[in-house]
């Protein structure tokens, strides 16, 4: 259903050749840029040789004002002069590193990285010697010299592999192109083991070409590959090994590179699914997947009958995306009815669109439609298995697609189907209330009419999302009580309702159960205590999302960070930090997952989507709905409301048959004013026809009091009223004996 097209084109123009030209204009830039700053290469050697010197005496503040002199004179990004304007291109400062003492040089950036005044110039310098290393191993000229190496001297294979290494996967266009050409026996030998001995660096360009290739360098590859022992080759060997129009010799080959890595070949495994799961794997974004851990761009490699390897960089922040989406389409064409596959491709096409840099055009996928338009024509099916992931990962964003996605293709069978298990019901309970209120609405629209599991959370979900529109509730857990209040005071700050403290989330299970969400958990406890509340409010319904600060002590920090540093849900502040830090921190953390406060617009437009889903699932009478769950809620929501919201809410509370909506209803009525009176007096007058005369006494009395006043119309409506609520005759003399209405 969804395969490659415009994007398959954009790929074969990012050839070896073009790769290869673009790092060569890099070098011949850096190469010119050389001779003008000549003349400044003496400060330049002394800013180096004292940031080392001062760190090595621990004068940190000397330290760093040569350090910071020396990035600033670095071309961007790691520094601020352009390379025609002076700046020291990364390929001259690799020389000029290289030009002094290289281990002393090392040893002191390692000191300076644990010396808080020093640590962020000193890593900095750190990266630059490092991207400049690999720049210029990557250099096809420099490639094209070091793969002759590998049929030189001892000395000279010793170096040309270990530059080839550092080349990695830049190296294998050239790699492949001299193993292919099979002219030199030795020169083919070394390229062998050397694709070995890079390991998972050889893996995705082999397995890229693998199926493209004739069938002897098939056989190769597939050795290879074998050789390597990755797990990652395997969708790509099996789908070899099951090929109808693969040869025996060419399967035999594939199948035994099979053994080597997975102990054993299964003759019935599924390729699909394979590939399927590494997608998976791509998609959680597993560091032995990533070739080039904290750099800028990574690469996608494919092989063209008639051409060559290719490879298309692109920015890591959507690399993972693209490359499980590439694995589901690969799944997808071995068994085109994978579900999960295509769960999987509209997933990361929506991550892939979250995550894409502003300003950034993507060569791959760049071009699709909005992934929306992808996710409601694959149907409500894999919508329901895209919520569960997205459940599964605490995505709030993707879960607040993938229900809108579901509310615009599917109906009430769909909605409660058990196909996928039931995540649009499971959504009722995660802690976020975007994602509670955006479910609650989609199962209303659908408006079931057989009762199911769960269907008794969404008439409160609506209700609350009137009365607590925009409100955001947080947790405080500490052992001082001082310190407790002092940071519930910086939430309240900063807009939220804090429940009152307490030592843990044992003690505090009342007042979080009796809140409408909980959408901050901010913890002070000793270490093993934190590691516990983040354990028990993982394993909670209603907090296994919920976001967490956790202040904890510059002794407890590491292991925490070790355990939870991933976890986009947690944020680590260390004790003793700012009003203002800590502030920071929850910002931070509660925009990564989607968890701002709603602005007054979404709150409004919350308030007005969920009264209209209440007013009409009172209408159609749902079985399966009780309207009247909601009357607490709204009742308590009409005293404070006004114009147009309470009209909303009066006409949801009208269609509501109990003493407590018509009573609120009936208050609301007589606090109004004007225009607003007369839409009230109506939509009391129709609760009163449906259910009949539910007011007390007091209330009739204030009703019956207004009668004759006003306008000729509100007077009438004032009437009409008192007619529904069918009162005893000497109501009616009260008319007569009413003052005449003021003419018009």
């Known amino acids: 259903m969804i395969l490659k097209t415009k994007e398959m084109n ?26 003008a700053m000549a003349a400044d290469a003496p400060k330049d050697n002394e800013l180096l040789r004292d940031y080392v010197h001062y760190v090595r005496i621990a004068r940190y503040d000397l330290a760093l004002s040569n350090a910071q002199a020396m990035l600033d004179r670095l071309v961007p990004p790691f520094g601020k002069t352009e390379a025609d304007k002076g700046g020291i291109t990364l390929s001259a400062f690799v020389k000029l590193v290289d030009a002094g003492d290289v281990p002393r040089f090392e040893e002191s950036v390692a000191r300076g990285m644990r010396v808080a005044e020093v640590e962020l110039v000193s890593a900095k310098l750190l990266a630059a010697y490092e991207q400049g290393k690999r720049d210029e191993a990557r250099v096809a000229d420099n490639v094209t010299k070091n793969i002759q190496l590998l049929v030189g001297t001892s000395r000279q294979r010793l170096v040309g592999r270990e530059r080839l290494i550092a080349a990695g996967e830049y190296a294998m266009p050239q790699l492949l192109e001299n193993l292919t050409r099979n002219q030199d026996a030795a020169l083919s030998t070394e390229i062998r083991k050397l694709m070995v001995d890079m390991g998972r660096q050889s893996v995705a360009p082999l397995t890229a070409a693998l199926p493209a290739v004739e069938s002897k360098l098939q ?113 997808l064409r071995l068994r085109a009815g994978n579900r999960e596959a295509t769960a999987l491709w509209v997933a990361a096409n929506f991550r892939r669109e979250f995550d894409t840099p502003a300003e950034y055009k993507s060569p791959l996928f760049g071009s699709l439609r909005d992934a929306m338009y992808y996710s ?46 039931r995540p649009l019901l499971d959504a009722l309970l995660y802690p976020n209330r975007r994602v509670q209120n955006e479910a609650a609405l989609a199962l209303a629209a659908a408006n079931p009419q057989s009762t199911f ?37 910086v939430l309240r700050t900063a807009g939220f309702t804090v429940l009152p403290p307490g030592r843990s989330l044992s003690e505090l299970a009342e007042p979080i159960a009796g809140a409408p969400g909980v959408d901050l958990i901010v913890s002070m406890l000793p270490g093993n205590a934190t590691r516990e509340l983040i354990a028990q409010s993982r394993s909670s319904t209603r907090l296994l999302a919920t976001p967490i600060v956790a202040i904890v002590s510059e002794l407890a920090e590491p292991d925490l960070r070790a355990m ?80 147009k919201l309470r009209e909303q809410i009066g006409e949801v509370l009208a269609r509501i048959g109990s003493k407590r909506a018509q009573s609120a209803l009936a208050e609301a009525t007589l606090a109004a004013e004007g225009d607003e009176m007369l839409a009230m007096i109506n939509k009391l007058t129709g609760s009163a026809k449906r259910f009949g005369n539910l007011l007390d006494d007091r209330q009739v009395k204030r009703l019956t009091d207004m009668a004759g006043k006003g306008s000729d119309e509100q007077a009438t409506a004032v009437a009409a009223l008192i007619g529904a609520l069918n009162l005893s005759n000497d109501s009616f003399l ?9 003419k018009q």
Not at 244 to 259: E, F, L, M
Not at 275 to 298: C, H, I, K, V, W
């Open 10 to 35: 954009v790929a074969r123009s990012f050839s070896r050749n073009r790769i290869s030209k673009t790092l060569g204009v890099l070098v011949a830039s850096m190469t010119l840029s050389m001779s």
């Open 219 to 331: 056989e190769t590859l597939a050795g290879i590959l074998g050789d390597i022992r990755y797990k990652a080759a395997l969708p790509a060997l099996y789908e070899l090994a099951l090929s109808p129009s693969a040869g025996a010799s060419t399967k035999k080959a594939a199948s035994d590179a099979i053994a080597k890595i997975d102990r054993a070949f299964d003759s019935q495994m599924d390729a699909s699914l394979l590939f399927e799961n590494l997608g998976d794997d791509y998609y959680s974004q597993l560091e032995s997947l990533t070739s080039f851990p904290r750099e800028n761009m990574q690469l996608v490699w494919d092989f063209f009958p008639g051409g060559s390897l290719t490879a298309t960089p692109v920015r890591s922040e959507i690399f993972h995306e693209i490359m499980a989406m590439r694995m589901s389409e690969r799944a």
């Open 376 to 421: 409601v024509s694959a149907g409500p099916s894999i919508s329901q298995r895209v919520l569960a992931r997205a459940l599964k990962t605490r995505d709030t964003a993707l879960a607040l697609k993938a229900i809108n996605a579901l509310s615009q293709t599917a109906g009430a069978s769909a909605l409660a189907s058990a196909d996928v298990g």
């Open 453 to 489: 599991e769960g269907s008794d959370r969404v008439v409160p979900i609506l209700a609350g999302a009137v009365r607590d529109a925009g409100a955001r509730f947080a947790v405080v857990v500490g052992a001082n009580p001082e310190a407790s209040n002092s940071i519930a005071g």
């Open 564 to 643: 939870h540093g991933r976890d986009s849900t947690i944020a680590l502040v260390r004790e003793g930090s700012q009003p203002a830090q800590i502030a920071q921190a929850t910002s931070n953390l509660l925009s990564k997952n989607a968890g701002d406060a709603l602005t007054a617009d979404e709150a409004a437009a919350y308030q007005t989507r969920a009264l209209a889903a209440l007013r009409d699932l009172a209408i159609a009478n749902t079985p399966v709905f009780n309207v009247g769950d909601s009357t607490l809620p709204l009742a308590g929501s009409i005293e404070n409301a006004k114009g």
């Open 734 to 742: 009260s008319l007569l004996a009413a003052p005449e209405a003021p």
